[in-house]
């Protein structure tokens, strides 16, 4: 059984740094981070869904400001968050797919596990 736990969320000032973590059982796996705003729909974000080259995709409202990275050795997935925005107030989750290779990395129906999420307040 796959299980997934997110940690490292919290309130923080806009224009700051954040790191999110999610430890991560499994091999050669794709992952991604969404999240879901209050009122809005799960927004797929950062992905790494190619396991062989580790190739990764990001939302436009994130691209330049997020970066998705994997230890492998730890198997512990990070979203690294900077320059924060108010918008970026939302419940990020962590997602897990036992495939390989994904073509549509931000979409919520390819992944088939998910952290519980942890909350990120941007003020």
């Known amino acids: 059984q796959v299980q997934l736990v997110e940690s490292g969320g919290g309130s923080v000032q806009a224009g700051a740094s954040l790191r999110l973590s999610c430890a991560v059982s499994?091999?050669?796996?794709?992952v991604a981070w969404f999240r879901q705003a209050p009122g809005k729909e799960h927004e797929g974000i950062a992905g790494i869904y190619y396991t062989t080259t580790g190739t990764t995709k990001y939302a436009d409202s994130v691209k330049g400001r997020f970066t998705i990275s994997k230890d492998n050795t730890k198997n512990i997935l990070y979203l690294h968050m900077s320059s924060v925005k108010p918008e970026d107030t939302a419940i990020y989750y962590c997602?897990?797919?036992?495939?390989?290779?994904?073509?549509?990395?931000?979409?919520?129906?390819?992944?088939?596990?998910w952290g519980q999420g942890t909350q990120v307040t941007v003020s």
């Open positions: 499994g091999y050669r796996h794709c």
């Open positions: 997602a897990y797919s036992p495939r390989s290779y994904l073509s549509s990395p931000l979409r919520q129906t390819e992944y088939n596990f």
